[in-house]
């Protein structure tokens, strides 16, 4: 089983930063994707920025060019730098990984989530 740790949610003003990080317990296949989704209460939980263990991102068209994904393949961590935050930004933030083998899904995880609330 693995286990991902999360760090880094807050309290922030509108216009401010928080960096988001997700570190696996152990060693995982070598292809996977792992990713950041967000959750309000009364709505569905959606996708916020996605990385492949190649380094191909994807974001939810709203984040664009204010969160930028990355990941460190060496530790199983990802990261997410979050800039120019919107009240609308305020979630519970989740760290996924989903490991690969012969294009199916083999392993999906979750992290406990981490508040991110934007306020002033």
């Known amino acids: 089983q693995v286990q991902l740790v999360e760090s880094g949610g807050g309290l922030v003003q509108p216009g401010g930063s928080l960096r988001l990080s997700c570190a696996a317990s152990r060693r995982v296949f070598s292809s996977n994707t792992m990713g950041w989704y967000r959750q309000v209460p009364g709505k569905q939980r959606e996708l916020v920025a996605s990385?492949?263990?190649?380094?191909?991102?994807n974001y939810e068209d709203s984040v664009k060019g204010r969160f930028t994904i990355s990941r460190d393949n060496g530790k199983i961590a990802v990261y997410l730098q979050m800039n120019s935050l919107k009240p609308e930004d305020t979630a519970v933030y989740y760290c996924?990984?989903?490991?690969?083998?012969?294009?199916?899904?083999?392993?999906?995880?979750w992290g406990q989530g981490t508040q991110v609330t934007v306020s002033s």
């Open positions: 990385i492949t263990s190649g380094g191909s991102t």
């Open positions: 996924s990984l989903k490991q690969f083998r012969a294009g199916s899904v083999v392993g999906d995880y």
